[in-house]
């Protein structure tokens, strides 16, 4: 059984790049985003933890657990398998590789094609599957063994908004189960499934706290507006609404005034620490 999981001045680099710069956290139950945007390290991060690319210095450790037990679910971005056998012939497969004993494997394949939500679609071939539904297969394929710990990079790439909030609710009811680490560039994914979010900004760790604590580096700073004249004075747009009536504006601004006074979204909180704006 894993303990903890423990990131110790992680860095990587290609050549010159440096991807990650000396990144350290822990990490035990629960639900956690890593949050960033596109290029960040969040995959290289991913891939060092799994163990498929090795660290340039630095180490992951797991407490209670040999490197050869640990438990470790891995969905990465681009998921896709043999396109002519089924969701059950898939996972079964995949389930053997696994080590799962055949007596256990037909069980255990079928209760997680139900957690999936993929049991209309068991004898489905991987081709025929639609994006969403080979995201749930990729899902299925990461709960195989029982896995403590799941790493799942960008689960809700490329899907509409009824596939990311289906994804979103298989999510939410197998936290619960394990040890979870899911990387995102989309504020939206961690909203009401992460209890921790981690950002990363050009390979550093630049917050690791609550979505209240990342809300709130917009604090004083962001105004509603009836048009786009706030950005001429610096102000970041984000999430606005329209009506036939009276469309309204909201921005997060570089400096503290009297206009500032609206409670700030958890999308506005990241918008200010990416930019550099001062609580």
Known sequence: MVNKMKIVALTKRYGRQTALSDVSFEMEQGCTALLGPNGAGKTT?????AGLVSASSGSVKFEGASPCHRKIGYLPQQFSFLPELTVLES????????????????????????????????????????????????????????PELLLLDEPTVG?????????????????????????????????????????????TLCFDGTADELAAFANGHVCVSADESPTLRGGIASSSSFSTEMPEYRFVMPLATAECDVKPTLEEGYLALMHDIAV
């Open 159 to 203: 899907l509409d908004i009824e596939e990311r909030g289906k994804l979103k609710a298989i999510l939410a009811r197998i936290k619960f189960e394990h040890r979870m680490l899911l990387s995102t560039h989309l504020v939206e994914d961690v909203v009401g499934l992460c209890d921790r979010i981690l950002v990363l900004k050009e390979g």
């Open 91 to 146: 996972l079964s497969y995949l389930g053997l590789l696994g080590g799962i004993r055949q007596k256990d494997l037909l069980a255990e394949v079928k209760d997680i094609i139900e957690q999936a939500n993929l049991s209309m679609y068991i004898d489905a071939r991987v081709k025929a599957l639609s994006g969403g539904t080979l995201r749930r297969l990729g899902i299925a394929q990461a709960l195989l063994g029982s």
């Open 45 to 49: 991060l991913i891939t060092c933890i």
